[in-house]
């Protein structure tokens, strides 16, 4: 068994590598959905949080790095000097015209704590 050294949690509006907000795509919102429709995404699989459907669509730069000596997984980009607007732009807010970003739980960007939605909530929708 592995041991895992103690180490303090990143800063708000630092990125903690953990990679979710490239992994996890917005797919719809929940509230737009049919009865059939939430159940047909349901039945699939597909993960809810923040009030949207997200689908396991990683992004292709991301790319998984060697675990270091706490043994917490790292990500990066691989194209992070030049990643489009859409990424540098990330912070975890709502954007103008109602657009948003998945925020990941936890989120050291958003500057949020574990549980809690981008708006400061508690998230009870995460399943």
């Known amino acids: 068994m592995m041991m895992k050294t103690s180490q303090p949690d990143p800063a708000a509006g630092t990125c903690s590598r953990c990679g979710e907000c ?10 737009q959905c049919k009865p059939h429709q939430l159940h047909y995404l349901r039945e699939r699989g597909l993960k809810e949080a923040d009030g949207l459907f997200l689908a396991n669509v990683p992004c292709r730069h991301l790319r998984e790095e060697e675990p270091d000596e706490s043994g917490d997984r790292k990500w990066s980009c691989t ?9 540098r732009d990330f912070c975890g807010k709502t954007l103008s015209g109602g657009k948003r970003y998945y925020v990941p739980e936890g989120c050291t960007m958003a500057g949020k704590k574990k549980g809690e939605t981008a708006d400061g909530k508690k998230n009870n929708s995460t399943k």
């Open 79 to 87: 194209i992070y000097d030049t990643r489009p607007a859409t990424c």
């Open 22 to 31: 490239c992994r996890w795509l917005p797919f719809v919102p929940v509230h």
